[in-house]
């Protein structure tokens, strides 16, 4: 038996954004935004184009935040924390028709930028947990798993230095620690797949 799968996802949303100069070395960014998802998805047999099966239809809705300070205390030195949700909606659907619910994140990062010899030269250092919960791991094909949450810790470095005659080097280095947290869950405190802990270029 031979079927035919349609579906539309459809978003909506509403997002503002504000930077705030407190004083002259202190600076704030704010953003909220709203998404209202909607999803229809329907199948059809080719030899009963007529009828339609497997209906779904879900509207998921979500409020992320996203809100950072940045403090220059001299120079070109900048120390800074920024912190936001994130809100990832189920776009497709499993050959068996599972219902997953959607992703949700929360980021912590905090670091320390700067810049020297008249700008040719600048460097980043930052540190940061991520959590994303609902986390979504595909077991086969056609099944998919959900855990309770993905964590994440690490630190990135990054330089960059014009060295003139059209020359630059950029350098990086990041380690990043990542595990499933799902308590009574087989798969809990393992390590999620294509996630390396070190990288660099």
Do not use: C
Request: net charge positive; proline share 4%.
């Amino acid at each position: 038996v031979f079927h035919k799968t349609y579906f539309a996802n459809q978003i909506h949303a509403l997002y503002w954004q504000d930077q705030i100069s407190i004083t002259r070395n202190l600076k704030v960014n704010v953003a909220g935004r709203f998404d209202d998802y909607d999803r229809r998805v329907h199948r059809i047999f080719t030899a009963n184009p007529d009828t339609r099966t497997g209906i779904q239809r879900r509207n998921q809705t979500a409020y992320t935040y996203r809100a950072g300070i940045v403090y220059t205390p001299f120079g070109a030195h900048q120390i800074y924390f920024n912190t936001s949700t994130s809100f990832t909606p189920v776009t497709t659907v499993p050959a068996n028709q599972q219902e997953l619910n959607p992703q949700r994140g929360r980021l912590y990062e905090a670091g320390y930028r700067s810049k020297a010899w008249n700008n040719r030269m600048d460097w980043n250092i930052a540190v940061y947990t991520i959590e994303r919960d609902n986390y979504r791991i595909a077991q086969s094909p056609t099944t998919v798993l959900q855990v309770g949450a993905l964590r994440s810790k690490g630190v990135d470095v990054d330089w960059n230095h014009d060295l003139g005659w059209g020359t630059r080097l950029i350098a990086a280095y990041g380690f990043a620690q990542a595990r499933i947290d799902d308590p009574g869950n087989a798969l809990n405190n393992r390590f999620p797949r294509f996630v390396p802990r070190h990288t660099a270029n």
